[in-house]
């Protein structure tokens, strides 16, 4: 995918008091789906795209700023 600016921040609300990290970009869906992916296999977690937001489980925005970055994307937000 092309490089992008992404916004990562957590949400809790109705997800059971679970904390999700969010990661919002303007991009066509095709590449957030393959970014997704990418972003599940090198963080050996699970996650999805909904609504051209992806969703990964677990506290795992640090990490996936960090992947972000080294891929030559922006990265702002709530990543601490």
């Given at each position: 995918p092309a490089t992008a600016d992404f916004i990562v921040h957590r949400e809790r609300q109705g997800r059971g008091g679970k904390e999700?990290?969010?990661?919002?970009?303007?991009?066509?869906?095709?590449?957030?789906?393959?970014?997704?992916?990418?972003?599940?296999r090198h963080l050996g977690?699970?996650?999805?795209?909904?609504n051209d937001i992806?969703?990964?489980?677990?506290?795992?925005?640090?990490p996936a700023a960090t992947y972000l970055r080294a891929a030559g994307h922006r990265v702002r937000g709530d990543i601490q």
């Open positions: 999700v990290p969010l990661l919002t970009c303007k991009s066509s869906a095709e590449d957030l789906q393959l970014l997704a992916r990418a972003l599940r977690t699970g996650g999805t795209v909904r992806i969703e990964l489980q677990g506290d795992q925005r640090q």
